[in-house]
């Protein structure tokens, strides 16, 4: 256990609804990641929030994608209109801002879409 | 062409082996991690380098900035060491994943 929670860890959607899913970071922590992984495949940077600044996002967060993270302790992921390619890991880790930190990996939320 | 490329893709060794995971990067880069997953999702972080060599336990992992090139050593390879071994750069405030090495350690 890392200190981050994710929250549901599994998620079974149909095609069109939309999801949220939470991540709670380590306490003193002030920055926040969102990541994306598919099968086989290494994850992707989504987006990430210094306190409650979203500071950059990827050209992979389309507009159906949002982030929050209102009082800069936990983080909210909602995708809308879920399209079956949105089925993946999505992975929270978060860190202390300071150069070269080591990020902390929650343990993902799994979202299937039929 | 990825940005961060790992070799082998797939490994298999029997225990007591000695393990090398290669990752070569095209980008800039301010420090190097090697994350270790096990099935089910959960990534730990081994190693962040920024040069030379670090030591942990039976790993090892090197980096030679100059060459964009970093390798994670296991010595004395086991079961329990099985599991996808991630390259990871830091390029400004992100991190740039390869997509990971399988390895299995048979008994």
């Known amino acids: ?114 | 062409k990825n940005e961060v490329e790992q070799s082998p893709q797939n490994l298999t060794a029997q225990e007591g082996e000695f393990i090398t995971i290669n990752c070569s990067y095209s980008v800039g880069i301010s420090a190097l991690h090697w994350l270790q997953q096990h099935p089910g999702g959960g990534i730990v972080s081994l190693f962040m380098l920024s040069s030379g060599k670090k030591k942990h336990g039976r790993l090892i992992a090197t980096i030679n900035i100059q060459e964009k090139h970093s390798s994670l050593h296991i010595t004395a390879s086991h079961p329990r060491d099985s599991a996808v071994y991630i390259c990871a750069v830091r390029n400004t405030d992100k991190l740039i994943f390869g997509t990971g090495t399988r390895l299995q350690v048979f008994p």
């Open chain 1, 1 to 114: 256990d890392t200190g981050v929670s994710q929250d549901p860890r599994h998620k079974i959607t149909k095609r069109g609804q939309n999801v949220t899913f939470r991540c709670d970071p380590i306490s003193e922590h002030n920055r926040l990641y969102w990541y994306r992984q598919t099968l086989g495949q290494g994850p992707e940077f989504l987006t990430y929030f210094q306190n409650e600044a979203q500071l950059e996002k990827s050209r992979l967060l389309s507009d159906r994608f949002s982030a929050e993270r209102p009082k800069g302790s936990f983080s909210t992921l909602e995708i809308q209109r879920t399209e079956q390619g949105d089925s993946a890991m999505y992975l929270c880790a978060s860190s202390l801002e300071r150069n070269q930190e080591t990020q902390y990996f929650g343990p993902g939320t799994r979202l299937l879409v039929l």
